[in-house]
């Protein structure tokens, strides 16, 4: 059973920066992939980046446009995603998840695996 607990929210004005953390605990093997995604109220659960367990490229939605970071410590298990230039669209709750394979997907019905989620507000 791997629980994952996401943290490093909070809110900021338009242009600054956060940088959240998710920390994996339990006995899982590789490989896996690990994710970041958010949910605004009243739509749906998006993707925002992921990257595979041996910290190889990750791929990022479009949306990010060279603004955010996502790394991986397979050591200590976890799971980091620096976000600069934050914009009021971004403002939702993240969360990270994993998804016990190789293979890194957008679709977040195939990631079994979740934070409780952190709050990023975003204000004008």
């Known amino acids: 059973q791997v629980q994952l607990v996401d943290s490093g929210g909070g809110s900021v004005q338009a242009g600054g920066s956060l940088s959240l953390s998710c920390t994996a605990a339990g006995r899982f093997l590789g490989p896996y992939v690990m994710g970041w995604f958010r949910q605004a109220p009243g739509k749906e659960p998006e993707g925002v980046a992921a990257?595979?367990?041996?910290?190889?490229?990750?791929f990022y939605e479009d949306f990010v446009e060279g603004r955010f970071t996502i790394s991986m410590d397979s050591a200590k298990n976890t799971l980091s995603l620096q976000k600069n230039s934050l914009k009021p669209e971004g403002t939702a709750v993240y969360y990270c998840a994993l998804r016990p394979s190789a293979s890194a997907v957008r679709i977040a019905s195939e990631y079994p695996c979740w934070g409780q989620g952190t709050q990023v507000t975003v204000s004008s």
């Open positions: 990257i595979t367990w041996t910290g190889g490229v990750p």
